[in-house]
């Protein structure tokens, strides 16, 4: 049974550069949702992805923009990078509305 | 917007022990999930346990227990016979449940720390 799939593990990337992480949400699961977690602190939400289209959205900046594609596995992206947005990314996939999610282990995002 | 507060930054107790982690949250619903989750090193979010609101009853699996004071807003992990392996940081997280949409609020986490 796959799980979470997110890739890649790691990376570094020049302060205004932009970034793109992966997420292939576990089996039979059709709702990604991404969070950035900062050292030292909890997820935050970013946003939720069903149907391929946004459905909420926490409190993030523009930069920061996502897409899903037919096969339910997601993107998301930031541009004009800051030093801030250095912190662990974590993809959670879950069936419509229900409320089990299984994460990922994270994207580590270092901005330099 | 609810919050999550998470007042024990670390804790730590000898194998075999039972600790509380607690938690307190703050929200206008009525209707909500509120959950607890581990992470380990291997940073995967992976779920302890989860409480229905609407339920009286405190959720239980194996060795893990909630407190859940709905009035009090209160949310609490009780581990039992702890083992070196539930060393880890423990997040307490809440969903409004009229969608899942509104994505999971979570605390700042407390490590735990189980000492041989």
């Known amino acids: 049974d796959a799980g979470v799939t997110q890739s890649p593990t790691h990376l570094i990337k020049t302060r205004g550069q932009q970034v793109t992480l992966r997420c292939s949400p576990k089996?039979?699961?059709?709702?990604v949702s991404w969070y950035q977690q900062a050292l030292g602190q909890g997820p935050q939400f970013i946003f939720q992805?069903?149907?391929?289209?946004?459905?909420q959205r926490g409190n993030f900046p523009d930069r920061f923009s996502g897409h899903q594609f037919p096969n339910y596995s997601s993107e998301l992206n930031v541009n004009a990078l800051l030093l801030g947005d250095s912190a662990l990314y974590l993809c959670?996939?879950?069936?419509?509305?229900?409320?089990?999610?299984?994460f990922g282990s994270g994207t580590r995002l270092t901005v330099v | 917007a609810q919050t999550v507060t998470q007042s024990q930054p670390e804790m730590s107790v000898q194998e075999a022990e039972t600790v509380t982690l607690s938690c307190t949250y703050d929200?206008?619903?009525?209707?909500?999930?509120l959950f607890w989750y581990k992470q380990p090193p291997s940073r995967q979010m992976i779920l302890v346990i989860r409480q229905e609101a609407y339920k009286q009853q405190n959720a239980t699996e194996n060795r893990f227990s909630v407190n859940f004071q709905k009035a009090a807003k209160s949310f609490s992990l009780k581990i039992s016979d702890s083992q070196l392996g539930d060393t880890a940081m423990y997040f307490c997280?809440?969903?409004?449940?009229?969608?899942?949409?509104?994505?999971?609020?979570f605390g700042k986490g407390t490590h735990l720390i189980i000492q041989p």
């Open positions: 089996s039979g699961h059709d709702t």
């Open positions: 929200t206008s619903e009525s209707n909500y999930y």
């Open positions: 959670a996939s879950s069936l419509g509305t229900g409320l089990i999610y299984t």
């Open positions: 992805y069903y149907e391929e289209e946004e459905r």
């Open positions: 997280a809440f969903v409004y449940s009229g969608g899942g949409a509104d994505g999971l609020t």
